[in-house]
């Protein structure tokens, strides 16, 4: 069964395009970020898969089933700031959707215990930080034990503590098979839970891969004099695509483990090492080579 899967999928609101020709597949089991700068159309197209605006044209399918009656019985999601009633305990505002749902009581203390508020339960929601705000519109969504769990930026506003606590909440859901398709503007968050990542900008999709190849490629950097021997001499050793020269630095795209074939290599032409060391990928910049920058209506 496939989780998630849109063909063509497009949005427009009136002249602007906010979604354009999206597909993606969601495999069975996975957290998948999906990844793009504020107003990239990642909003729209949750919104889209749980029925609550239209698609302009494309497909979509959510638990292996087009969009109509029955199809988000096994799919919890949170969508925005979680919406509960302030006079209420967090406990009690979980029962009443417990009992629209449908759900057993002891589902709601199981939810509670899930994301870490059952010492909480008995305290009115407006005493929560939000944090606990957040953790409790969790516990809501996943009151139905679905398949797939839909987290649209679940840790916008929150402290690094409240992100920590959300990302090893997500962990754990995933460890005990639930899909979850998650949302978010910041790469370093994506990489921190997700399996694979869908990268959207302008609405369109960038590239769809794992978070490993979309963080990796870090590069070895060379401090050597003379310089312009030293770029001839790892052009000629490495090839001019893996060479990239700024001023006194040469950065190499080779693996760490190269690094002292490297050292030997110049050493042996003559070429004086001053500093040579491995430098990880910085997954910010490439969130924003892959972006750009743009943004349009989400």
Known sequence: MIPVETTSLTKRYGRTLAVDELSITVQPGEVYGFLGPNGAGKTSTLRMLLGLIRPTSGTLRLPDRPPGPG???RVGALIGGPAFYPYLSGRANVRVLANHAG?????????????????????????????????????????????????????????????????????????????????????????????????????????????????????????????AAAREHL???????????????IDLDIAAADAARINTALVGADVAVSELHWREPDPERTFLELTGGDHRVD
């Open 71 to 73: 199809c988000l019985d």
């Open 103 to 227: 759900v057993h009581r002891g589902g709601v203390d199981a939810m509670l215990e899930l994301v870490d508020l059952a010492q909480r339960g008995r305290d009115r929601y407006t005493t929560y930080s939000l944090g606990m705000k957040q953790r409790l519109g969790l516990a809501a969504a996943m009151l139905k034990e679905p398949e797939l769990l839909v987290l649209d930026e679940p840790t916008n506003g929150l402290d690094p503590a409240g992100m920590a606590d959300m990302r090893t909440t997500v962990r754990k859901l995933a460890v005990d098979g639930c899909t979850v398709l998650f949302s978010s503007h910041l790469l370093t968050e994506v990489a921190q839970v997700c399996n694979r990542v869908g990268v959207l900008n302008g609405g369109r999709l960038v590239t769809e891969t794992t978070v490993a190849e979309l963080c990796g490629g870090g590069t070895l950097r060379v401090i050597a004099h003379p310089t």
């Open 235 to 249: 052009a000629g050793l490495l090839g001019t695509d893996l060479v990239h020269v700024g001023g006194d630095v």
